[in-house]
């Protein structure tokens, strides 16, 4: 190898090396007050309870369960769905989608939560839920055909893996599932 060729392999490790050191990143889960699940490249606001931290990247192996495209998509476009109590059909459908793609997603109640709401106003203009936001694309209302879109485009998977866990319903979604309790017994049917 001349020294011409060494020189030049030389520098192209020297460029390489930055790219790699910032392959590796940190991802963090927490559930907030709310019961919320969210994820992000950022430490949370304030204390959590339950706080999992993972890295991702860096070339080794990792133990979190998510596909290596949906990990490098969340760090570049996080999902956040902005939902409201009257929602219905449309918040659950668009609900249904994500998890079906295996998609970790953070949940706003734009109707119950002044903070989500002056948030869904300052993406929006107005509160109209459901609102999806990948990375920097932002989709009003449900349609399939644009959410796959807004989800492609940012990288996610189009379906979850065999076997993945799916991401956890926020805690107003699994109350909604709850059955009603079960009527009191009658009296009159009781044994004497």
């Known amino acids: 190898m001349t020294p011409r060729h060494r020189l030049a392999a030389l520098a192209a490790a020297a460029l390489l090396l930055p790219s790699l050191a910032s392959a590796q990143a940190t ?4 559930v907030d007050k709310n019961g919320k699940v969210h994820y992000s490249d950022t430490p949370p606001p304030e204390p959590q309870k339950e706080l999992t931290q993972k890295r991702v990247g860096g070339g080794f192996t990792e133990s979190s369960q998510l ?11 996080p999902v956040t769905l902005f939902t409201g109590a009257d929602c219905g059909d449309p918040c659950r459908q668009g609900r249904e989608l994500l998890t079906k793609r295996g998609i970790p997603f953070s949940e706003r109640d734009a109707q119950a939560n002044a903070d989500d ?15 999806l936001t990948v990375g920097a694309s932002k989709v009003k209302g449900y349609e399939e055909g644009a959410w796959h879109s807004a989800l492609d485009g940012a990288g996610y998977p189009r379906t979850a893996l065999p076997g ?7 805690a107003a979604a699994k109350k909604a599932e ?7 017994p009658d009296a009159s049917a009781a044994p004497k």
């Open 117 to 131: 709401a002056e948030a869904l106003k300052k993406l929006a203009g107005a509160i109209e839920v459901p609102y």
């Open 27 to 30: 991802v963090y889960r927490w």
């Open 67 to 77: 596909p290596y495209a949906t990990q490098i998509a969340m760090q570049k476009s």
């Open 178 to 184: 709850t059955p009603p309790p079960s009527p009191a």
């Open 164 to 170: 993945q866990v799916p991401p956890r319903p926020p």
